[in-house]
């Protein structure tokens, strides 16, 4: 089975920084595109951050400046790295993936999540 396991959430003050790390296991190949997506209670799924094969991103642009997404394909492995962080940046950040041709938001597979409470 393939698997998306994320990790690296906690608790921050305002102005503090975290990495959330996911790696994938099982077998997986040509991950075209791998994501990181932030939901609160009542609100849908949204994606904060992508990378592709290549290294191009897209990023929301409220984490523009503040958030950086990587990738290590021999590893199969992609970090969110959070700085600045803001108490709206709050919520359960999800890792997944899908193949290049897939449309932005049908992803293939998806982690359990990894909670980021941003509080003073």
Same mark, same amino acid.
Do not use: H
């Given at each position: ?35 990181? @997506? ?6 849908? &799924? ?12 897209? @990023? ?10 990587? &990738? ?21 950040? @999800? ?10 938001? &049908?992803?293939? @597979? ?11």
């Amino acid at each position: 089975q393939v698997r998306l396991v994320e990790s690296g959430g906690g608790t921050v003050e305002p102005g503090g920084s975290l990495q959330l790390t996911c790696v994938a296991t099982g077998r997986i190949s040509g991950v075209g595109v791998m994501g990181w @997506y932030r939901q609160t209670p009542g609100e849908q &799924r949204e994606l904060v951050a992508e990378i592709t094969r290549d290294m191009t991103t897209n @990023y929301a642009g409220s984490v523009k400046g503040r958030f950086n997404i990587s &990738r290590d394909n021999a590893k199969t492995t992609t970090w969110l790295r959070m700085t600045s962080l803001k108490p709206e940046d709050s919520g359960t950040y @999800y890792c997944s993936s899908r193949p290049i041709w897939v449309p932005r938001g &049908r992803e293939e @597979y998806w982690g359990q999540g990894t909670q980021v409470t941003v509080s003073s």
